[in-house]
């Protein structure tokens, strides 16, 4: 063998023995990495069982912010829900407000496993007229948190499209004022069956409008509420066909003392803070009081960010009034207890948090002191331990 030839071999030796050692110590790092973070796991047990997750919800994105054309115009708004999760299963509850005060139903999906994930939700609407308005998310459980708003507009204008064109169609209307407000009527008549789009116009300018399905004939409306005295004139315009005649009117406001508007407002409140003995049961209170309501009053309650079914109080008419309501909460391990309360197309409650501790729970309370006995013989000892 030549003296090159024996320095490659050599070479090339040395380069195999020294990526075995590196294998080796790649493959042992694993291993050490792993011892390390049982440790960590074991030292943080209990503080990892009180943890909680974090959450996080993005400011909506919009399909359309600004859209101008025919209505009824979709707008599909998406958001992204992000949990940093620390149990196995995590349950994550969550609802849309929106800008006219209204919120959707509450909705859930489960996460699988611990960690940071992320899901995207989202919710289609419909608008039927001009609009300008804003779309939230708001996280209820496992922990409560609010987006930013997403502003945006519809723009219907007049450039409607006809979905059948309404042969033989025709359109009467008539205007009806009483208590400062004007109700028009309409009346679309036409030869069979079909779909017919049509629009209100008062005083030139399009106020609203929808499209119907009209078999013969059908009778359509719009009110016209108003603050001050108002006139004008108002026709039933089919959108590719005919219009009504106009109908003029006159509304007058001057002598007209509407009723007391209704007002609903709600709180809860927590018991005191329990230190005792456990499985203990606890009692939210809330008043819901109503002023110039006659009816019932549907609510919820909200416990730990989890919607529950819907329940209703009765209040007798005009003046102010409260009705009380409770909720038990039953533990029978030291925890936090959250209680709100949310009313129909109404205000919601601040949440009240209640607390429990057990006195025989991780060692919140010391245990008594064991009484001192004399040693008693061995065999009766031995027969206890056989006990």
């Known amino acids: 063998m030549n003296s090159g030839l024996a320095r490659k071999l050599a070479a090339a030796g040395a380069g195999a023995a020294m990526l075995a050692t590196m294998a080796t110590g790649l493959l042992a790092t694993p291993a050490a990495a792993a011892s390390g973070s049982t440790q960590a796991t074991t030292a943080g047990a209990s503080s990892a069982t009180t943890a909680r997750p974090a959450v996080w919800a993005n400011t909506p994105s919009a399909s359309t912010t600004r859209y101008e054309g025919a209505c009824p115009a979709k707008v599909t708004f998406s958001t992204k829900i992000k949990v940093k999760a620390v149990d196995s299963t995590t349950k994550v509850s969550y609802r849309w407000l929106h800008g006219d005060g209204s919120k959707s139903s509450v909705k859930s999906f489960t996460l699988k496993g611990k960690g940071t994930k992320t899901v995207t939700v989202k919710e289609t609407a419909a608008f039927k007229r001009d609009t300008k308005g804003w779309q939230a998310i708001q996280v209820l459980s496992p922990r409560g948190v609010t987006s930013g708003k997403k502003y945006f507009s519809v723009s219907c204008g007049n450039d409607w499209t006809v979905l059948n064109p309404p042969r033989k169609t025709s359109a009467q209307s008539w205007v009806s004022e009483s208590n400062c407000k004007a109700t028009l009527t309409g009346r679309i008549s036409t030869s069979g069956s079909r779909w017919v789009r049509y629009q209100w116009v008062v005083n030139g300018r399009v106020v609203d409008g929808d499209t119907v399905r009209v078999n013969g004939s059908r009778t359509v409306s719009h009110v016209i509420k108003t603050h001050?005295?108002?006139?004008?004139?108002?026709?039933?315009?089919?959108?590719?066909?005919?219009?009504?005649?106009?109908?003029?009117?006159?509304?007058?406001?001057?002598?007209?003392?509407?009723?007391?508007?209704?007002?609903?407002?709600v709180s809860v409140s927590a018991p005191g803070s329990y230190y005792g003995s456990c499985p203990t049961t606890r009692s939210f209170t809330g008043t819901i009081s109503a002023s110039?309501?006659?009816?019932?009053?549907?609510?919820?309650?909200?416990?730990?960010?989890?919607?529950?079914?819907?329940?209703?109080?009765?209040?007798?008419?005009?003046?102010?009034?409260?009705?009380?309501?409770?909720?038990?909460?039953?533990?029978?391990?030291?925890?936090?207890?959250?209680?709100?309360?949310?009313?129909y197309n109404g205000p919601n409650s601040g949440t009240a948090v209640a607390k429990v501790v057990c006195k025989d729970e991780n060692g919140t309370k010391k245990p008594h002191p064991r009484p001192v006995t004399t040693p008693e013989p061995a065999a009766k000892l031995e027969l206890g331990n056989k006990w």
């Open 228 to 265: 001050d005295d108002f006139r004008g004139w108002a026709s039933l315009h089919i959108v590719g066909g005919p219009s009504s005649s106009r109908d003029y009117f006159k509304v007058s406001c001057k002598d007209w003392n509407p009723a007391p508007h209704p007002r609903v407002s």
């Open 292 to 343: 110039h309501v006659r009816g019932d009053v549907k609510y919820r309650w909200v416990r730990d960010g989890v919607a529950g079914a819907w329940e209703s109080v009765y209040f007798s008419g005009y003046g102010s009034q409260s009705r009380t309501v409770s909720d038990r909460w039953s533990t029978s391990k030291s925890d936090y207890g959250k209680r709100s309360i949310e009313v």
